[in-house]
């Protein structure tokens, strides 16, 4: 199975990410995971991603969308695969189904804004894996330690609200039109669209996410 999560930063798209995977079997290709390896590398993509992360803003649709179609020509992908964070534009869509990449399944997490903000200040993620936890809601086993590893979560360098509130309007003004794309390409019989009320608690989500694909 081939499937885009679709939805603002925040909306618990790593999260369920994590359940899709061990449910389906499937890997998760989350771009923004890449773009941190590369960073922590220090490979001349992490070098330029850096400054663009961390701003909050976008990095270019040339580069994500030759990231992607690397990644998903991998052998591990010939069974399908999870988009977590990928496209994220129009230009992203349209050069990832010109380069015949098409999915299966789009799912929409939807999320307010505040509902975000407030989740973010208390995300913690283990940068080896790119599990994410939360203080609050979604706790690892001790506190501050990755469930699997044992080794130390971290928060993000673009959890700050400022950073976060930024990646919000370019989430509306650069990402969200790709929910009209992808209704109009399931209209046409393309491809499946849901909505997911993703305010709800993460078992309750996961449930559905297991219904609805199974
Ligand atoms: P990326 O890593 O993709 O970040 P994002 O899309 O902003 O999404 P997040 O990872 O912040 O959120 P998420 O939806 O995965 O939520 P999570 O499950 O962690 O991208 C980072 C940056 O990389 C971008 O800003 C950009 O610069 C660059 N980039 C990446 N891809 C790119 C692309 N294609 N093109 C250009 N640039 C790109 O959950 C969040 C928190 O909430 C956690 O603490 C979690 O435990 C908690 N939580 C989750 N679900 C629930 C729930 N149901 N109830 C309560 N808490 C919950
Ligand atoms: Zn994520």
Redesign the pocket.
């Known amino acids: 199975m081939r499937i885009i ?1 679709l ?11 994590q359940f899709l995977m061990k449910t389906f079997g499937i890997p998760q290709i ?4 890449m ?2 390896a590369a960073i922590k590398e220090g490979t001349p993509l992490g070098q330029q ?1 850096k400054a ?2 961390d701003a ?6 040339d580069i ?1 969308i030759g990231l992607v179609k690397e990644r998903v020509a991998q052998a591990d992908c010939a069974n399908g695969f999870l988009l ?6 129009i230009p ?1 869509a349209d050069g990832m189904h010109a380069a015949g990449i098409d999915v299966d399944v789009v799912l929409e ?1 939807a999320v307010p804004d505040e509902v975000i903000v407030e ?2 200040g ?4 283990h940068p080896g894996s790119g599990r ?3 203080v609050q ?2 706790p690892p086993q001790v506190a501050g330690k990755d469930d699997e590893t044992g080794e130390d979560l971290v928060i ?1 360098d ?2 700050k609200e400022a950073t976060v509130r930024k ?1 919000l309007a ?2 509306h003004e650069q990402t969200e039109p790709l929910v009209a794309y992808y209704r109009k390409l399931a209209e046409q019989g393309k491809t499946a669209f849901h909505k997911i009320d ?5 078992e309750v ?1 996961s449930a559905e996410l297991g219904e609805l694909l199974s």
Do not use: E
Request: no cysteine.
């Open positions: 999560l939805g603002a930063p925040g909306a618990g798209k790593g999260t369920q990410a989350s771009t923004g995971d773009l941190r991603a663009i992360m909050g803003k976008l990095v270019s649709d994500m977590d964070g990928f496209p994220r534009t992203q997490f989740r973010m208390g995300r913690r993620v994410v936890y939360h809601y979604n993000r673009d959890d990646r370019i989430y993703g305010t709800r608690d993460v989500i």
